[in-house]
């Protein structure tokens, strides 16, 4: 299975805050391509850090490391997915001010 991804920050952005995850690789920017056997498990997650919301591209960047913590495979499941977003969210929403 080839995979490709090209991640770009946009028209008048100073920075890409968006993260794309690809089985353990945090993609930032530009063009990524990789093959992925058959056998292999697969995990595919897009982070949008909203551009120009307060740390967004720290908020995309901690989805992406959350996800790649999963314990893959057994833990996989939605509700399992849904607590480690909640948990991320949770340290999102306490930052006091944005990281730059």
Do not use: W
Not at 15 to 31: P, Q
Not at 39 to 54: H, Y
């Amino acid at each position: 299975m080839k995979v490709y991804c090209y991640i770009n920050k946009g028209i008048d952005k100073l920075n890409c805050d968006d993260r794309v995850l690809v089985n353990n690789s945090i993609l930032a920017e530009g063009f990524f391509e990789t093959e992925l056997s058959f056998e292999q498990r697969k995990m595919f997650a897009v982070a949008d850090g909203v551009g120009g919301n307060k740390s967004g591209y720290y908020a995309a960047a901690l989805a992406a490391v959350a996800m790649s913590e999963a314990n893959m495979p057994t833990d996989l499941s939605l509700e399992s997915i849904e607590r480690h977003i909640i948990e991320e969210n949770q340290k999102i929403e306490s930052l006091e001010y944005c990281i730059y």
